[in-house]
């Protein structure tokens, strides 16, 4: 696909996708969303983690309410089924780890795109904002799932009720994200976070993903033998060998992704 409104790159393990209208602020188009569930989904094949970010002074402030240059009406009931469910399954679903670098502003659908990803680094000056009601909507793009797993109901129920601003500071506080890092490390941090995943075993970082998603969906036995399962898929990895032998050896792991 050729990237009009995103651009994507891999060096050393780590595919990166930059969402590229910062004169927009970033906003979701239907191709923006078209080319970042296609680049996502090449990232698990090229990459041993995915990145995404934003260009700019912000990450992304949700959908482009001017996307449709007829005037035409969105039905948005289509636009989440056809548009942005694919792309927030490629995230999602994508077997290596993912992070969200959150350079500045997420908000609405772009907050819960960031949210999307495993795990979610943010400068110190960015901020969430679940801004549907100030438009008569509910959240969607994953935030009614993502958000009371996250942080609690309460938080939740406040966070889409009041469409405050919650900083990121706020966001890391509530467990709401991983990390808020001061904004003079912001990039050097997550670039190393990154690369630091991109030399570890993907092979259990695609296990990891699994056993914890399950946990919501399984009672206690069921979630033992999943992690019965699991491990004994990483068992049998390179992986893992190269881990024990490393550990024996007194040296650090080199490992293969495999």
């Known amino acids: ?54 260009e700019g002074r912000a990450f992304c402030s949700g959908q482009d309410l001017g996307d449709r240059a ?95 601003k919650i900083s990121a500071r706020q966001a890391d506080d509530w467990g709401m994200i991983w990390e808020a890092v001061p904004d003079a490390q912001f990039d050097a941090h997550w670039r190393a976070k990154a690369a630091q995943l991109a030399t570890g075993p993907t092979v259990a970082y695609a296990g990891i993903k699994e056993v914890i998603r399950g946990s919501w969906n399984n009672d206690f036995e069921e979630q033992l033998t999943l992690e019965a399962q699991t491990q004994g898929t990483c068992g049998k990895s390179r992986d893992f060998k190269e881990g024990v032998l490393a550990f024996v050896e007194k040296r650090a792991a080199t490992f293969e992704g495999r």
């Open 1 to 54: 696909m050729d990237y009009q409104t995103i651009t994507y790159a891999v060096e050393d393990g780590v595919a990166i996708i930059t969402l590229a209208r910062a004169d927009k602020m970033n906003a979701l188009t239907t191709q923006m969303r078209a080319e970042i569930a296609h680049a996502a989904t090449q990232a698990g094949k090229d990459a041993r983690v995915l990145v995404v970010t934003g």
């Open 70 to 164: 007829d005037g035409a009406s969105i039905d948005l009931e289509r636009t989440l089924r056809d548009e942005y469910a694919p792309m927030l399954r490629a995230i999602v679903n994508c077997p290596i780890p993912t992070i969200s670098a959150v350079n500045g502003p997420a908000a609405g659908a772009g907050a819960n795109l960031a949210l999307a990803a495993d795990v979610v680094f943010a400068a110190e000056s960015a901020y969430f904002m679940q801004a549907f009601s100030r438009i008569g909507l509910i959240p969607d793009a994953g935030g009614t799932y993502v958000l009371p797993r996250s942080m609690g109901t309460a938080k939740a129920m406040g966070a889409a009720l009041f469409a405050d």
